[in-house]
């Protein structure tokens, strides 16, 4: 197996997800951003892959960079002629201020403990401007159902791409695995395994308070959909 699981997803990773739900996505981030005050215009997207959303942001004006571990992915992501970051969201030092910085897609679920969580929540208050806003999905331990142990498995066919996923938890654990066999390159396989690990709600409201943040309540039909403000002044959380 590769040394990071995104080197080989990187290949096929944007088969795995339409264009639609992308988009769909955006537009709810983009009413989100239109209900801030000041709106914001300096974007960082963290674990931003291959830049699905970035793109979109791009398009729509805003002045948007990515950050992303994976260099297959960061790769992808700069063919499409965005720009990119190499970094660890645990530790990234990028000497910059942004209004609103995202991570998306369930990919705070990859890191591993509740303490590394709360290093990812200080560099971001490190990076907000003041009254800037923090806008992140994650599986909660509520929404994941813990204590049943669940099983998933589907095939499904994309581009010449035959996709078997799967999708195991067990606790707060997750292991996602996507087994692929290409049809036009002499049956080539990829292996990827991603293990994830949800969290309880409160957790996650107290790691925000920690570090500074503000959490407030948003709806939107995407599940477990947070956003946490950046307050000018500490009396205000
Ligand atoms: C599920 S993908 C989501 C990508 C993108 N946000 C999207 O919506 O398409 C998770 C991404 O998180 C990145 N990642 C995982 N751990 C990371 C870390 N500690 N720092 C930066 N990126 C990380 C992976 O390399 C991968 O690109």
């Known amino acids: 197996m590769p040394k990071e699981p995104y080197a080989e997803f990187a290949y096929f990773y944007d088969k795995t997800i339409p264009d639609k739900w992308y988009l769909g996505y955006y537009r709810v981030i983009k009413g989100l951003f239109n209900n801030l005050n000041p709106k914001p215009r300096r974007i960082l997207e963290l ?18 960079e990515g950050l992303d571990l994976s260099k297959s992915m960061l790769s992808a ?14 530790r990234f ?12 897609n369930y990919s705070l679920n990859e890191i591993k403990s509740a303490r590394d969580l709360s290093k990812v929540f200080q560099n971001v208050k490190e990076h907000l401007a003041p009254d800037g806003a923090f806008i992140f999905d994650i599986e909660t331990t509520e929404s994941a159902g813990i204590g049943n142990k669940k099983v998933e498995v589907s095939t499904s066919e994309s581009g010449g791409l035959i996709i078997t996923f799967s999708n195991v938890a067990k606790g707060s654990a997750r292991k996602i695995t ?7 390159s002499n049956g080539k396989r990829y292996h ?14 107290q790691i925000c308070r920690k570090n500074g943040l503000k959490m407030r309540s948003i709806k ?9 403000i950046n307050p000018r002044s500490s009396t205000a959380l």
């Not at 996507?178 to 036009?184: E, H, I, N, P």
């Not at 990827?192 to 409201?205: C, N």
């Open 77 to 90: 992501a700069r063919k499409k002629g965005l720009r990119v970051h190499y970094g660890n969201m645990l």
């Open 220 to 228: 939107s039909k995407y599940d477990n959909l947070f956003i946490c």
């Open 178 to 184: 996507f087994d692929v066999s290409d049809k036009y």
């Open 93 to 104: 030092k990028l000497k910059k201020e942004y209004d609103a910085i995202l991570c998306l």
């Open 47 to 64: 674990a931003s892959g291959t830049g699905r959303m970035l793109k979109l942001l791009s398009k729509g004006g805003y002045d948007a």
């Open 192 to 205: 990827v395994e991603i293990v994830t690990r949800a969290y309880p709600k409160k957790e996650i409201m």
